[in-house]
C-alpha cells in the first residue's frame, strides 16, 4: 500500500555520477524495505541495493558495492541511489521497490514498484 515514483535518471559519461530519488506516498513508509533493482535490454531484472527500513543496514550487488550508496530519509518518504563511477554496463532502467519487512535480503521478493527511470551511460 505504497506507491512509488522514481526520478534522477538520464544521460552521462562513463565515470560520472548520477543520484536517483524515488518519492513514496503512503502512511506506513518507515514499515517497508525499500530496494533498487534495474533492468537493462534484453536482460533480466537484478537487484541493486537494499536499505532496511530504519536505514541503518544496507546491502549491495557485487556489481554495484563500492559504487553504489543507498539512503533513505522517512521524513521525507524517500529513498536515493548514489550513482558513482557509472559504466556504460550500468545502462537500465532502475526501479524503485518496497516490501514489508525489516532488513534486505538477496531473493526477496518485493511487492511495490515504480514505473522506472532510464538510466544511460555512454560516451
Known amino acids: 500500500q505504497v506507491q512509488l515514483v522514481e526520478s534522477g535518471g538520464g544521460l552521462v559519461q562513463p565515470g560520472g555520477s548520477l543520484r536517483l530519488r524515488c518519492a513514496a506516498s503512503?502512511?506506513?513508509?518507515?514499515?517497508?524495505?525499500l530496494g533498487w533493482f534495474r533492468q537493462a535490454p534484453g536482460k533480466e531484472r537484478e537487484f541493486v541495493a537494499g536499505?532496511?527500513?530504519?536505514?541503518?543496514?544496507?546491502l549491495y550487488a557485487d556489481s554495484a558495492k563500492g559504487r553504489f550508496a543507498i539512503s533513505r530519509d522517512n521524513a521525507k518518504n524517500t529513498v536515493y541511489l548514489q550513482m558513482n563511477s557509472l559504466k556504460p554496463e550500468d545502462t537500465a532502467v532502475y526501479y524503485c521497490?518496497?516490501?514489508?519487512?525489516?532488513?534486505?535480503?538477496?531473493?526477496?521478493?518485493?511487492?511495490?514498484w515504480g514505473q522506472g527511470t532510464q538510466v544511460t551511460v555512454s560516451s
Open positions: 521497490a518496497a516490501r514489508f519487512g525489516v532488513f534486505p535480503r538477496i531473493g526477496d521478493e518485493y511487492d511495490n
Open positions: 503512503g502512511r506506513t513508509f518507515s514499515n517497508y524495505v
Open positions: 536499505i532496511s527500513r530504519g536505514g541503518a543496514t544496507t
